[in-house]
Protein backbone atom coordinates (compact mmCIF):
# COMPACT_ATOMS: atom_id res chain seq x y z
CA UNK A 1 0.00 0.00 0.00
CA UNK A 2 1.69 3.22 -1.01
CA UNK A 3 1.83 6.40 1.15
CA UNK A 4 0.12 9.31 -0.90
CA UNK A 5 0.16 12.19 2.29
CA UNK A 6 2.63 15.38 1.49
CA UNK A 7 5.51 13.95 2.86
CA UNK A 8 5.78 11.40 0.90
CA UNK A 9 5.07 12.62 -2.44
CA UNK A 10 7.79 10.78 -4.31
CA UNK A 11 10.32 11.85 -6.46
CA UNK A 12 9.98 14.93 -8.36
CA UNK A 13 10.55 15.49 -11.90
CA UNK A 14 12.34 18.64 -12.66
CA UNK A 15 11.22 21.60 -14.89
CA UNK A 16 12.76 21.01 -18.45
CA UNK A 17 15.77 23.84 -18.31
CA UNK A 18 14.56 26.93 -20.69
CA UNK A 19 16.94 28.05 -23.01
CA UNK A 20 18.22 30.64 -24.95
CA UNK A 21 17.84 28.62 -28.11
CA UNK A 22 13.95 28.00 -28.07
CA UNK A 23 13.01 30.72 -26.37
CA UNK A 24 12.31 32.74 -29.74
CA UNK A 25 12.42 29.67 -32.06
CA UNK A 26 15.69 29.49 -32.19
CA UNK A 27 16.68 33.15 -33.14
CA UNK A 28 18.89 35.26 -30.55
CA UNK A 29 17.12 38.95 -29.52
CA UNK A 30 19.53 42.08 -30.07
CA UNK A 31 18.42 45.13 -29.08
CA UNK A 32 19.82 48.03 -31.66
CA UNK A 33 19.25 51.62 -31.40
CA UNK A 34 19.93 53.71 -34.53
CA UNK A 35 20.57 57.82 -34.20
CA UNK A 36 20.55 59.47 -37.70
CA UNK A 37 20.27 62.46 -39.98
CA UNK A 38 17.12 61.97 -40.87
CA UNK A 39 14.13 59.48 -41.31
CA UNK A 40 15.22 58.32 -44.98
CA UNK A 41 17.65 55.26 -44.10
CA UNK A 42 18.43 55.37 -48.10
CA UNK A 43 19.38 59.24 -48.39
CA UNK A 44 19.68 59.93 -44.65
CA UNK A 45 23.17 59.79 -42.72
CA UNK A 46 23.63 56.92 -39.69
CA UNK A 47 25.41 59.01 -36.93
CA UNK A 48 24.98 56.75 -34.03
CA UNK A 49 24.84 52.72 -33.45
CA UNK A 50 24.23 50.65 -30.77
CA UNK A 51 23.60 46.74 -30.28
CA UNK A 52 22.64 45.55 -26.37
CA UNK A 53 22.76 41.51 -26.55
CA UNK A 54 20.16 40.07 -24.65
CA UNK A 55 21.26 37.20 -21.77
CA UNK A 56 19.55 34.96 -20.01
CA UNK A 57 19.81 33.22 -16.31
CA UNK A 58 19.52 30.06 -14.91
CA UNK A 59 15.91 30.58 -14.04
CA UNK A 60 15.15 31.45 -17.48
CA UNK A 61 14.88 35.05 -17.04
CA UNK A 62 16.53 37.62 -19.39
CA UNK A 63 18.32 40.66 -18.55
CA UNK A 64 20.17 43.09 -20.24
CA UNK A 65 23.74 42.40 -21.36
CA UNK A 66 26.54 43.92 -22.94
CA UNK A 67 26.43 47.10 -24.65
CA UNK A 68 28.59 47.68 -27.94
CA UNK A 69 28.32 50.96 -29.37
CA UNK A 70 29.56 53.65 -31.78
CA UNK A 71 29.78 57.09 -33.55
CA UNK A 72 29.55 56.50 -37.05
CA UNK A 73 30.98 58.93 -39.98
CA UNK A 74 28.25 60.00 -42.53
CA UNK A 75 28.78 58.23 -45.60
CA UNK A 76 29.92 59.99 -48.63
CA UNK A 77 26.58 62.22 -50.26
CA UNK A 78 24.74 61.41 -46.99
CA UNK A 79 21.94 64.14 -46.12
CA UNK A 80 21.79 65.27 -42.84
CA UNK A 81 18.36 67.08 -41.55
CA UNK A 82 19.13 70.20 -38.91
CA UNK A 83 15.85 68.99 -37.22
CA UNK A 84 17.18 65.43 -36.54
CA UNK A 85 20.55 67.53 -35.10
CA UNK A 86 18.14 69.48 -32.89
CA UNK A 87 16.73 66.42 -31.74
CA UNK A 88 19.82 64.41 -31.06
CA UNK A 89 22.32 66.90 -30.34
CA UNK A 90 25.04 65.50 -32.29
CA UNK A 91 27.74 67.42 -34.02
CA UNK A 92 28.55 65.11 -36.75
CA UNK A 93 31.71 67.40 -38.05
CA UNK A 94 32.90 68.03 -34.68
CA UNK A 95 36.79 67.45 -34.72
CA UNK A 96 36.69 65.30 -31.13
CA UNK A 97 33.56 63.07 -32.14
CA UNK A 98 35.44 59.68 -31.90
CA UNK A 99 33.52 58.50 -35.37
CA UNK A 100 34.25 55.47 -37.03
CA UNK A 101 33.38 54.76 -40.76
CA UNK A 102 29.85 52.44 -41.22
CA UNK A 103 31.49 49.19 -42.10
CA UNK A 104 33.88 49.38 -39.14
CA UNK A 105 31.15 50.25 -36.69
CA UNK A 106 29.22 47.23 -38.59
CA UNK A 107 31.80 45.04 -38.71
CA UNK A 108 32.47 45.12 -34.75
CA UNK A 109 29.05 44.85 -33.99
CA UNK A 110 28.18 41.96 -36.36
CA UNK A 111 31.49 40.03 -34.57
CA UNK A 112 30.08 40.83 -31.46
CA UNK A 113 26.68 39.42 -32.46
CA UNK A 114 27.46 36.36 -34.17
CA UNK A 115 29.61 35.17 -31.09
CA UNK A 116 26.34 35.62 -28.69
CA UNK A 117 24.10 33.34 -31.16
CA UNK A 118 26.64 30.83 -31.30
CA UNK A 119 27.16 31.06 -27.26
CA UNK A 120 23.09 30.36 -26.67
CA UNK A 121 23.33 28.03 -29.71
CA UNK A 122 20.93 30.08 -31.52
CA UNK A 123 20.49 29.78 -35.56
CA UNK A 124 20.18 33.67 -36.05
CA UNK A 125 19.61 37.20 -34.36
CA UNK A 126 16.57 39.47 -34.22
CA UNK A 127 16.27 42.71 -33.95
CA UNK A 128 14.54 44.30 -31.16
CA UNK A 129 13.94 48.10 -31.32
CA UNK A 130 11.62 50.69 -30.33
CA UNK A 131 9.84 51.10 -33.73
CA UNK A 132 11.92 48.34 -34.97
CA UNK A 133 11.34 48.78 -38.48
CA UNK A 134 12.96 52.13 -38.15
CA UNK A 135 15.97 50.77 -36.88
CA UNK A 136 16.06 47.84 -38.97
CA UNK A 137 15.59 49.72 -42.03
CA UNK A 138 18.91 52.06 -41.28
CA UNK A 139 20.55 48.60 -40.44
CA UNK A 140 19.60 47.10 -43.56
CA UNK A 141 20.96 50.17 -45.62
CA UNK A 142 24.00 50.76 -43.97
CA UNK A 143 24.87 46.71 -44.62
CA UNK A 144 24.29 47.36 -48.55
CA UNK A 145 26.15 50.64 -48.70
CA UNK A 146 29.20 48.74 -46.78
CA UNK A 147 28.63 45.48 -48.90
CA UNK A 148 28.66 43.09 -45.87
CA UNK A 149 28.14 39.64 -46.83
CA UNK A 150 27.34 38.16 -43.41
CA UNK A 151 24.63 39.60 -41.86
CA UNK A 152 23.67 38.00 -38.31
CA UNK A 153 19.99 39.41 -38.09
CA UNK A 154 17.32 39.00 -39.98
CA UNK A 155 16.50 40.74 -42.68
CA UNK A 156 12.81 41.34 -42.09
CA UNK A 157 11.28 40.09 -38.71
CA UNK A 158 11.88 42.33 -35.54
CA UNK A 159 10.55 42.88 -32.08
CA UNK A 160 9.18 45.83 -31.59
CA UNK A 161 8.60 47.04 -27.90
CA UNK A 162 6.14 49.54 -28.82
CA UNK A 163 3.99 46.66 -29.34
CA UNK A 164 4.67 44.93 -26.15
CA UNK A 165 5.09 47.92 -23.75
CA UNK A 166 1.94 49.27 -25.63
CA UNK A 167 0.02 45.72 -24.19
CA UNK A 168 1.70 45.17 -20.86
CA UNK A 169 1.87 48.59 -19.82
CA UNK A 170 -0.65 50.71 -21.56
CA UNK A 171 2.63 53.15 -22.55
CA UNK A 172 4.33 53.65 -26.25
CA UNK A 173 6.38 56.47 -25.64
CA UNK A 174 10.08 54.62 -25.17
CA UNK A 175 10.46 57.46 -21.67
CA UNK A 176 6.44 56.69 -20.31
CA UNK A 177 6.36 53.06 -20.97
CA UNK A 178 10.32 52.85 -19.26
CA UNK A 179 8.89 54.88 -15.91
CA UNK A 180 5.58 53.05 -15.95
CA UNK A 181 7.75 49.55 -15.79
CA UNK A 182 9.66 51.23 -12.76
CA UNK A 183 12.97 52.44 -14.28
CA UNK A 184 14.44 55.03 -14.23
CA UNK A 185 14.26 57.91 -17.47
CA UNK A 186 17.22 60.37 -17.79
CA UNK A 187 16.18 63.04 -20.39
CA UNK A 188 19.37 64.62 -20.58
CA UNK A 189 21.03 61.23 -22.01
CA UNK A 190 17.95 60.33 -24.20
CA UNK A 191 18.68 60.29 -27.58
CA UNK A 192 22.15 58.78 -27.52
CA UNK A 193 22.16 55.29 -29.09
CA UNK A 194 23.79 53.12 -26.00
CA UNK A 195 20.87 55.28 -23.65
CA UNK A 196 18.00 54.29 -25.55
CA UNK A 197 19.18 50.64 -26.68
CA UNK A 198 19.88 49.86 -22.76
CA UNK A 199 16.35 51.29 -21.62
CA UNK A 200 14.58 49.28 -24.81
CA UNK A 201 16.82 45.94 -23.73
CA UNK A 202 15.52 46.67 -20.19
CA UNK A 203 11.79 47.37 -20.99
CA UNK A 204 11.94 44.16 -23.36
CA UNK A 205 13.42 41.95 -20.30
CA UNK A 206 10.78 42.89 -18.67
CA UNK A 207 8.03 42.61 -20.43
CA UNK A 208 8.87 38.62 -21.34
CA UNK A 209 10.17 38.11 -17.79
CA UNK A 210 5.92 39.02 -17.36
CA UNK A 211 4.90 35.88 -19.93
CA UNK A 212 7.15 33.60 -18.97
CA UNK A 213 4.78 31.31 -17.21
CA UNK A 214 3.04 31.58 -20.40
CA UNK A 215 6.02 30.43 -22.43
CA UNK A 216 6.39 27.59 -20.40
CA UNK A 217 3.26 26.07 -21.07
CA UNK A 218 3.14 26.83 -24.83
CA UNK A 219 6.35 24.95 -24.42
CA UNK A 220 4.71 21.97 -22.91
CA UNK A 221 2.08 22.09 -25.90
CA UNK A 222 5.08 22.24 -28.60
CA UNK A 223 6.47 19.43 -26.89
CA UNK A 224 2.97 17.03 -27.06
CA UNK A 225 2.93 18.31 -30.50
CA UNK A 226 6.22 16.95 -31.09
CA UNK A 227 8.13 20.19 -32.46
CA UNK A 228 10.82 19.56 -29.94
CA UNK A 229 13.40 17.37 -29.93
CA UNK A 230 16.67 17.59 -27.69
CA UNK A 231 19.47 16.09 -29.32
CA UNK A 232 22.69 17.29 -27.63
CA UNK A 233 24.66 18.18 -30.90
CA UNK A 234 22.50 21.02 -31.75
CA UNK A 235 21.43 22.71 -28.21
CA UNK A 236 17.98 21.85 -28.03
CA UNK A 237 17.18 23.12 -31.66
CA UNK A 238 15.64 19.79 -34.08
CA UNK A 239 16.97 20.76 -37.18
CA UNK A 240 13.54 19.11 -38.97
CA UNK A 241 11.97 21.73 -36.87
CA UNK A 242 10.50 24.78 -38.12
CA UNK A 243 13.39 26.79 -35.73
CA UNK A 244 15.77 25.36 -37.91
CA UNK A 245 14.76 27.93 -40.84
CA UNK A 246 16.63 30.91 -40.67
CA UNK A 247 14.37 32.73 -43.12
CA UNK A 248 10.87 31.91 -41.48
CA UNK A 249 9.27 34.68 -39.51
Known amino acids: MSDSGPGNAGP ?36 EIAAVIIEMDADGKLRRGETHSYHVKPFEGANIEAASLA ?6 F ?14 RIFKEVREAVRRNGCKRAVLVGHNASFDLGFL ?10 RNPFHPFSSFDTVTLA ?37 L ?24 IDEPAATNGIDPTSPVADETSP
Open 12 to 47: QIPAPQVLMSRRFRGFLPVVVDVETGGLNAARDALL
Open 94 to 107: HPLRPAIDEKDALT
Open 87 to 92: VTGIKP
Open 204 to 227: FCQVCNFCLPSYLEAETRARQLGW
Open 140 to 149: NAAVTRADIK
Open 166 to 202: GAALGQTVLAKASLAAGFGWDSSAAHAAAYDAERTAD
